[in-house]
């Protein structure tokens, strides 16, 4: 069953434009909201994360918003650039001893000039 | 600066073999995990492991083992492989205390 619904499958955006990318989830136990970036030929790294106890995150251009009621959370990315082209993934998570993530299907976002 | 690393990169294997992908990490991590990548189902996890010797079924273990005798290293085995285990095969490592996950740059394998 997929936990963690992620859309759209792929996205193009003009250089200077926002992207955004939205996830749901459904276990309310989750606690932990990342998002990941990853390169071709690489592996994900990290871009931004969020705790359910704020409703937005911000660093640099990126964002996050968090509706937990609602239990979605969406990636905003302003100005959006060239090298930002690449394929980004949402994840939820409990915290603990165990915790291991739960990964949405991906985005790849191109970023046209 | 933390590193997840996988032995190989590109792997080109035949039905019927069987398969060892390693992972080392250096961050002294409790927590390692494998999880396949395929286009349009993203990240599914095979395996995870907290402890030495200690392992636990992700979503998709079916055809999969691994072995975990050492903290650094984490072996995802394939025991028959077979082409639908044709896949991109990610290792990543985490603290207990913390949910973000380190990943290694991938092992892209091929079963012919």
């Known amino acids: 069953q997929q936990q963690v619904k992620q859309s759209p499958q792929s996205l193009i955006v003009q250089k200077g434009g926002i992207s955004i990318i939205n996830c749901a989830y459904e276990n309310t136990a989750f606690d932990y909201f990342p998002w990941y970036q990853q390169f071709p030929g690489k592996g994900p790294a990290l871009l931004i994360a969020?705790?359910?106890?704020?409703s937005e995150k911000k660093e640099g251009r990126f964002t996050i918003s968090f509706n937990k009621s609602a239990k979605q959370f969406s990636l905003h990315i302003m100005d959006s650039q060239p090298g930002d082209s690449a394929t980004y993934f949402c994840?939820?998570?409990?915290?603990?001893?165990?915790?291991?993530?739960?990964f949405g299907t991906g985005t790849r976002l191109q970023v046209t000039l | 600066d933390v590193k997840v690393t996988q032995s190989s990169r590109y792997l080109v294997k035949r039905t019927g073999e069987k398969v060892f992908l390693e992972c080392v990490q250096d961050m002294d991590h409790e927590n390692m995990f494998w999880y396949r990548q395929d286009p349009g189902l993203g990240l599914r996890l095979i395996y995870f492991?907290?402890?030495?010797?200690?392992?636990e079924k992700g979503d998709i273990p079916e055809g999969y083992s691994v072995s975990r005798e050492k903290k650094e290293r984490f072996s995802l085995i394939l025991e028959s492989a077979s082409t639908n285990q044709t896949s991109m095969y990610l290792c990543?490592?985490?603290?207990?205390?913390?949910?973000?996950?380190?990943f290694g740059q991938g092992t892209r394998l091929t079963v012919v």
């Open positions: 990543a490592s985490s603290l207990p205390s913390r949910a973000e996950a380190f």
């Open positions: 492991s907290y402890d030495v010797k200690m392992k």
């Open positions: 969020i705790r359910p106890d704020v």
């Open positions: 994840a939820a998570s409990t915290t603990g001893t165990a915790s291991k993530l739960t």
